[in-house]
C-alpha cells in the first residue's frame, strides 16, 4: 500500500465516515421501536448521526487538500459524475411522483441519499481508470 493509501485510511475521514455510518443504522434500528423514546428524545437520537457527518465532511476535504494533482483530479471528476447523476435522480423521482404514488418506503429521502455514494464511488472508479 502507498504512502498516500495509507495516510488516507489513517485520517480522519475514514474514522468518522466509519462512525457516521454505524451512528446512522444504529439511529434507524432505534427508531423503528419510537414507541420506546420521547418526542424530544427521538429528536436528539436522529440529529445524532449529523456531528459524525460533518467531521467526516469536515476530514474528508482536509484530505483532498492534502492530496497531488491527480488525485485532485479524480476527485473532481468523480464529483462531476456524482452530482449531475443525483439531479437527474432527484428529478426523476419528483417528476414521477407527480404522476404516480411511490412507496416512500423504497424512495424516500432516507434512501435516495445512498445513490449518491455509490454514484460517487463509480464516479472516482471511472476517472482512476482513465488515469492508469
Do not use: C
Not at 474528508?60 to 468523480?78: G, H, S
Not at 414521477?96 to 424512495?107: E, G, I, S
Not at 434512501?111 to 454514484?119: G, L, N
Amino acid at each position: 500500500m502507498s504512502q498516500e493509501k495509507r495516510r488516507i485510511w489513517k485520517s480522519g475521514s475514514v474514522i468518522w465516515g466509519t462512525v457516521w455510518l454505524f451512528s446512522y443504522f444504529g439511529v434507524r434500528a432505534a427508531v423503528e421501536s419510537p414507541d420506546s423514546f420521547s418526542r424530544p428524545a427521538l429528536i436528539a437520537i436522529v440529529l445524532t448521526p449529523v456531528i459524525p457527518a460533518a467531521l467526516f465532511l469536515y476530514f474528508f476535504i482536509t484530505d483532498i487538500r492534502q492530496m497531488d494533482e491527480l488525485q485532485r483530479r479524480i476527485q473532481l471528476e468523480a464529483l462531476a459524475f456524482a452530482y449531475p447523476l443525483t439531479l437527474l435522480l432527484v428529478m426523476t423521482l419528483g417528476l414521477l411522483q407527480l404522476v404516480m404514488d411511490l412507496n416512500p418506503a423504497d424512495w424516500s429521502y432516507r434512501h435516495v441519499w445512498q445513490f449518491v455514494i455509490v454514484f460517487y464511488l463509480f464516479g472516482i472508479w471511472i476517472a482512476a481508470r482513465r488515469y492508469q
